[in-house]
């Protein structure tokens, strides 16, 4: 591929997708019909706790993300596992329809899973609409002003004089001259090409 980061320019929100469990931080959100109650798919890394918890239970909530986010709830859902720590430990939820939502958001969309389409890293997952609410209508947090605005957000600082591979998702740091082709980010999992060289 020559460029792939043209696929940013899809424009795409930065949600937490929750379910009884779990959650964690997606971007890959589509609404892909219209009406009353409207179809929403999300994919979902095959690897993530959440994507397990999905298969076990029939709805998900995804809260919107604003450009005003308390970034805890980003690092907390999009950059831990659910198998390692208690994500509704230190952030507050209320349950709507049986799934957590996050308070700190602009709103959110409760869906019953209706599809799932299986491919080789991810699942797709459909589901209608059946609850929603706004709470604010202020701007929301797109994946491009996420990616922009990424390094002052997360704080992502790099050691002087070392080669470091900084994760374009989430801003983990390797150090190291080339990174191994299987290479996986153990923060939120992406492959090696979604990496970028950062001399000092
Ligand atoms: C900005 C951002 C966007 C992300 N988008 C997705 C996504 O669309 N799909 C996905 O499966 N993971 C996505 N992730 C990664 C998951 O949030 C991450 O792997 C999480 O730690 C999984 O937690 P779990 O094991 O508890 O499910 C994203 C992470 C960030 C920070």
Redesign the pocket.
């Given at each position: 591929m020559k460029n792939k980061k043209i696929t940013r320019k899809i424009s795409q929100g930065?949600y937490v997708l929750t379910t009884a469990g779990?959650?964690?931080?997606?971007?890959?959100?589509s609404q892909i019909s219209a009406g009353d109650n409207p179809l929403i798919s999300?994919?979902?890394?095959k690897?993530?706790?959440?994507?397990e918890l999905l298969h076990k239970n029939d709805k998900f909530a995804l809260s919107v993300m604003g450009i005003e986010v308390n970034v805890e709830i980003?690092k907390t859902?999009?950059?831990?596992?659910?198998?390692d720590i208690n994500?509704f430990e230190n952030i507050q939820t209320i349950e709507v329809e049986g799934v957590p939502v996050i308070e700190d958001s602009l709103g959110y969309m409760v869906c019953e899973i209706i599809d799932k389409i299986e491919n080789e890293t991810?699942t797709l997952f459909i589901g209608k609409l059946i609850e929603a609410d706004l709470y604010e209508d202020s701007d929301v947090m797109t994946?491009a002003y996420?990616q922009e605005h990424k390094d002052e957000l997360l704080k992502v600082t790099t050691e002087e004089g070392k080669t470091a591979w900084v994760c374009t998702?989430?801003g983990y740091v390797y150090y190291g001259e080339e990174l191994p082709d299987d290479f996986k980010c153990p923060?939120?999992?992406?492959g090696k090409d979604l990496f970028e060289l950062k001399n000092n």
């Open positions: 930065v779990g959650g964690c931080v997606v971007d890959a959100v999300v994919a979902v890394m690897k993530n706790y959440t994507n980003i859902f999009g950059m831990n596992s659910m198998r994500k991810h994946y996420y998702v989430c923060l939120c999992g992406v």
